[in-house]
């Protein structure tokens, strides 16, 4: 079993920059590719980005690239989302997760955390 906490959302400006973390704690935390899926109202979950368990690989919706980071320490169990360009439509709860795995067209994850709201002002 493993517990994913985030941290570090808040109200931000357009243009403006936050950066997400998110710590992991469990047996073999360390070991699973990590990664941030986001919800705004009335819309479904959607996937952001994911890093491997090695932060050797990474990957990005198209809706971010370019403008969000992320990166992982696993001396800290803890991956970073840092978010810069912000936009309005990127308002929404972020939910960090554990244990992504691609299956047929989208991500997945077996361990979700609580969600942090990001509010992004115009």
């Known amino acids: 079993q493993v517990q994913v906490v985030e941290s570090g959302g808040g109200l931000v400006q357009a243009g403006g920059s936050l950066r997400l973390s998110c710590a992991a704690s469990?047996?073999?935390?360390?070991?699973?590719?990590m990664g941030w899926f986001r919800q705004a109202p009335g819309k479904e979950r959607e996937f952001v980005a994911a890093i491997s368990w090695n932060g050797g690989t990474t990957n990005y919706a198209r809706s971010v690239k370019g403008r969000f980071t992320l990166s992982r320490d696993n001396a800290k169990n803890t991956v970073y989302l840092q978010m810069t360009s912000l936009k309005p439509e990127d308002t929404a709860v972020y939910y960090c997760a554990a244990d992504l795995r691609f299956s047929i067209t989208k991500y997945v994850a077996n361990y979700w955390g609580q969600g942090t709201q990001v509010t992004v002002s115009s």
């Open positions: 469990g047996r073999d935390a360390s070991s699973y590719s």
